[in-house]
C-alpha cells in the first residue's frame, strides 16, 4: 500500500468514526465495497429467493382476506428485493450479473428460505418468526456506515414489522382456534424456531466477518448478541400463544437478565449453507426457471425500444 | 344456488376476478424480472379486492354466509365465471393475451357499471374503472412489446392470440341473467361493450402485428356453469383449506 493509500484509509475510517454516511461517489476501500457488494446481494437474494415458500401458499391461502394480505406481503419482498440490488448497483455491478452469482451458486442467501412451508401454519411462524429475525438484523442496518444500504433498510424494515405483526396475529388466530389449528400452529413453531435461530448466522468465535464488519459499522452487534436479543423477545410472544418452544434446555437465567437456550445443530447449519438442505435445489431450479423462461420477454422489450427509437429518429431526421 | 337474478349476476362479475386473479397469483414469485412481478402481482391484488367487494354484497343480498363462503364454498357447476379466465399460464404472451382480451372488456364493463342504478354496484364500478384502465394500459404496451420485439416474440403473441381468441366471443354472449339486469338498468349492456371492446383490439392488434384467427368461437358455457378440465384444478387449490379443515376461522 503506498502512503497515499493509507492516509485515505485512515480518512476514510475517520469518517465511518465520525458516524458519516459513506455515498456511492466517495472513495472507499477495495475491500469496503466488495464486502458491501457481498452482503447487499446475499441480502436482496434472500429478498427474492423468500418469495418462494410464502408464494406456494397464495393460492391456497384460506381465506380471501389472507389471500390478499399474502400476496401482498410476497409483493413487498419483491420490492425489497429490487431496492437492495438498486443499491448494490451503486457499488458498481449490474443486476444481471448479480443473478448470475444466485443462479450459479456463488452468491449466497439466507438459509431459512430452504426449509419447506407446509401447512397454513407456516405463514405464521415465517411472518412472526423469520420476519422477526430478520428485523432484527435491519434494525441495526439502518444506521449502517453505506448510505444508500441504510436507506433501502429505513424503507426496509416498516414493511418488515408489518409483516411480522402480521404472521403473529396468523399465529394467534390459530391458537385461539380449534384444536387441530393450535396443533398446525405447535408444529409450525417445532419446524422454524431452530432454522430462525440458525439465521443470524455461526457463533461469534466462528464467525470470522465480524470484527471487520464491526469496524465497518456494517454490523453493530454480533451475531451472538443479535440471536440473544431474538430470543428474549420471542420466548415471551409464544407463551402468550400458549406454544411451547422446543428446545427443553430453554430457561430464564435471572443474574444474566436473559434466556438461556440449547445448543444449536451446527451440522445441520453447515449442511444447508452447503446446498444440502431440505430445497436449497429447488428454490435455484424455480429462480433459474423464471429466469430462462423470462429470457425471450426481456429481449423482446429490449428489441422494441430499440426499434421505436429508432422509428423517432427517423421521423425527427 | 339461490334463485335470485341480482345474486347471479353478481357471481358472474366476481368469478371472472377470482379466476383470473388466482391465475395471476400464481405467477407471484415467477415473474420474467422483478418490475412485470409486482405488476402482475398488482393486477391480482386490484381483482382480488373486486371479489371481495362483489361477493360481500352477494352474501348480504344472501342473507347468509361470507365473502369466504361464497368465494371458496361452492360446487363447480355453480361458478359462473367465462372459460378465458381458466386459460393456463402457458407463458408470458398466453398471460399477457389472456390478460389484454380481459383487459380491453374490463374496462367499458367498469364504465358502464358505475353507471348502474344499484349503489354498490356503481360503487365497485367506480373503483374498478381506474384499475382497469391501469391493467390496459400495462397489457396493451406489453401486446406492443412482444408483437413489435423479436421475432420469436412475435411468434409466441400470434400463437397465444390464435389459442385464446376463440373464447374472447364468450364474454359477450349475453346470459339470462346479464339479459335481465342490462334491462332494469343495473347491468351493463354487453352489445355496447362489444363495440368498444372491438375499437380497442383492432386498435392494439395493428399496432402488435398479430391478427385474430378467423376461427369459429370455442363453444363455452362458463356462464352456465360448465367449465374446462382446468377448473377442477384450480377449486382443488382455492378450496384446499376450507375442504380440509371445514368450519374454521382463519
Ligand atoms: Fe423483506
Ligand atoms: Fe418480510
Known sequence: MTQKEINLEEQFQARIDRDESIEAKDWMPEKYRKTHIRQISQHAHSEIVGMLPEGNWITRAPSLRRKVALLAKVQDEAGHGLYLYSAAETLGITRDELTEQLHSGKAKYSSIFNYPALTWADMGAIGWLVDGAAIMNQVMLTRTSYGPYARAMVRICKEESFHQRQGYEIMLTLCKGTALQKELAQDALNRFWWPSLMMFGPKDDESPNTEQSVKWKIKRKTNDELRQQFVDQTVPQAEFLGLTVPDPALKWNEERGHYDFGDIDWDEFWQVVKGHGPCNKERIDARVKAWEEGEWVRDAAVTHAEKKDSRTEQKVA | ?250
Open chain 2, 1 to 250: 344456488m339461490l334463485n335470485n337474478s341480482l345474486y347471479r349476476y353478481l357471481l358472474l362479475l366476481g368469478d371472472n376476478s377470482l379466476i383470473l386473479g388466482h391465475r395471476l397469483s400464481e405467477l407471484c414469485g415467477h415473474g420474467p424480472n422483478l418490475e412485470t412481478d409486482i405488476a402482475l402481482t398488482n393486477h391480482s391484488l386490484d381483482l382480488f379486492g373486486q371479489v371481495r367487494s362483489y361477493f360481500q354484497y352477494a352474501a348480504k343480498i344472501a342473507g347468509e354466509g361470507t365473502e369466504d363462503s361464497v368465494a371458496f364454498l361452492r360446487y363447480e357447476k355453480d361458478y359462473l365465471n367465462v372459460h378465458l379466465v381458466e386459460q393456463p399460464n402457458t407463458d408470458f404472451a398466453h398471460v399477457i393475451c389472456r390478460q389484454f382480451l380481459w383487459d380491453a372488456y374490463h374496462l367499458p364493463l367498469m364504465k358502464a357499471l358505475m353507471k348502474s342504478k344499484d349503489e354498490t354496484l356503481a360503487a365497485i364500478g367506480a373503483k374498478g374503472e381506474k384499475e382497469a384502465a391501469y391493467h390496459l394500459r400495462f397489457s396493451s404496451e406489453w401486446m406492443k412489446r412482444l408483437g413489435d420485439g423479436t421475432e420469436e416474440s412475435h411468434k409466441r403473441l400470434q400463437s397465444a392470440l390464435d389459442h385464446l381468441y376463440r373464447y374472447s366471443y364468450e364474454l359477450f354472449k349475453e346470459s339470462e341473467v346479464e339479459k335481465e339486469m342490462k334491462e332494469k338498468g343495473i347491468g351493463a349492456d354487453l352489445g355496447k361493450i362489444l363495440e368498444e371492446w372491438k375499437k380497442t383490439t383492432e386498435d392494439i392488434f395493428r399496432s402488435s402485428n398479430v391478427s385474430p384467427s378467423d376461427d369459429p368461437p370455442a363453444i363455452a358455457k362458463g356462464k352456465q356453469g360448465f367449465h374446462t378440465e382446468h377448473m377442477g384444478f384450480i377449486l382443488a387449490q382455492i378450496q384446499y383449506m376450507q375442504r380440509a379443515y371445514p368450519d374454521m376461522q382463519w
